[in-house]
């Protein structure tokens, strides 16, 4: 991914406006799909590439049945798409925005436990002092 993406704060504020309610149902069931801590790692190994579902099944360390089952809702839902070659199926990525949301809320995330650490260091260090 070498692609840069840039947004405006005045995208932003159209967004903010003018999103339909249809919309917003389809924006949350993105983030309900995302809320799964599997998807998100089925989600980093096809970062590297694509892969078969054996391949993802080995590095994620969980059942066939289990990824099979997150691969097809995640396909259904148009976030990876897959090509048969003979007996496998390759998965990769179909929508790079995901990873792009994915990244931005993993920033976020540790911005906050930074900030919380911050927080929590100050007051230890008033208290002793």
């Given at each position: 991914m070498s692609k840069k993406v840039t947004i405006t704060e005045?995208?932003?504020k159209k967004w903010n406006l003018n999103m339909p309610d249809e919309m917003l149902e389809a924006v949350s069931?993105?983030?309900?799909?995302?809320?799964?801590?599997?998807?998100?790692r089925i989600l980093r190994v096809l970062c590297e590439r694509e892969h078969t579902?054996?391949?993802?099944?080995?590095?994620?360390?969980?059942?066939?049945?289990?990824?099979?089952?997150?691969?097809?809702?995640?396909?259904d839902n148009g976030v990876v798409n897959?090509?048969?070659?003979?007996?496998?199926?390759?998965?990769?990525?179909?929508?790079?925005?995901?990873?792009?949301?994915?990244?931005l809320s993993s920033k976020s995330v540790v911005q906050n436990l930074?900030?919380?650490?911050?927080?929590?260091?100050?007051?230890?260090?008033n208290l002793s002092n």
């Open positions: 005045e995208e932003v069931n993105r983030f309900k799909l995302l809320s799964e801590p599997m998807r998100l579902v054996q391949e993802i099944v080995n590095k994620v360390n969980a059942s066939q049945a289990n990824i099979s089952k997150h691969l097809a809702l995640m396909h897959r090509r048969k070659e003979g007996l496998k199926c390759y998965y990769r990525i179909a929508d790079e925005s995901i990873i792009y949301s994915c990244y930074q900030d919380r650490l911050s927080w929590v260091q100050n007051v230890n260090t």
